[in-house]
């Protein structure tokens, strides 16, 4: 079994490139120096990823959507994109059910608050619904 070594400023600056490139780009969670990569191009994704969890690619379409707008993007543990300019914050998940989202909503609407939030958006592909 051969592996393949790679340090770690290797790979950052592998990261920093294919950012530089456009091909893929990073989202800072709000609180730490973590950050998610998203790819620009869903083939390139597809054929590069083992997983094809349908679930992240959808968040990736919704990220790629949001990025339209020109604002810069965080995400934390509550909510997978939120813009602290427009105060809106975004949860994509493409099978939650109006009750499950509900819930959610109550449970996340402090954070939220505590954010400056005033706005939270949840998008599926099976539901459409007002409250609050």
Do not use: M, W
Request: aromatic share 16%.
């Amino acid at each position: 079994k051969k592996r393949l070594k790679t340090s770690k400023d290797s790979v950052y600056q592998a990261i920093k490139k294919l950012e530089n490139t456009y091909v893929i780009y990073t989202l800072k969670h709000d609180e730490k120096k973590l950050q998610k990569i998203y790819f620009k191009d869903f083939g390139l994704r597809n054929n590069l990823c083992i997983s094809k969890d349908f679930s992240h690619l959808f968040e990736n379409l919704v990220l790629s959507e949001l990025f339209k707008f020109k604002e810069e993007f965080f995400y934390n543990k509550y909510f997978n994109f939120y813009s602290q300019i427009s105060k809106i914050a975004y949860i994509s998940s493409p099978t939650l059910d109006i009750d499950l989202i509900k819930l959610r909503a109550k449970k996340i609407l402090p954070k939220a608050l505590e954010l400056g939030i005033f706005h939270v958006i949840f998008i599926t592909l099976s539901s459409e619904d007002s409250f609050f």
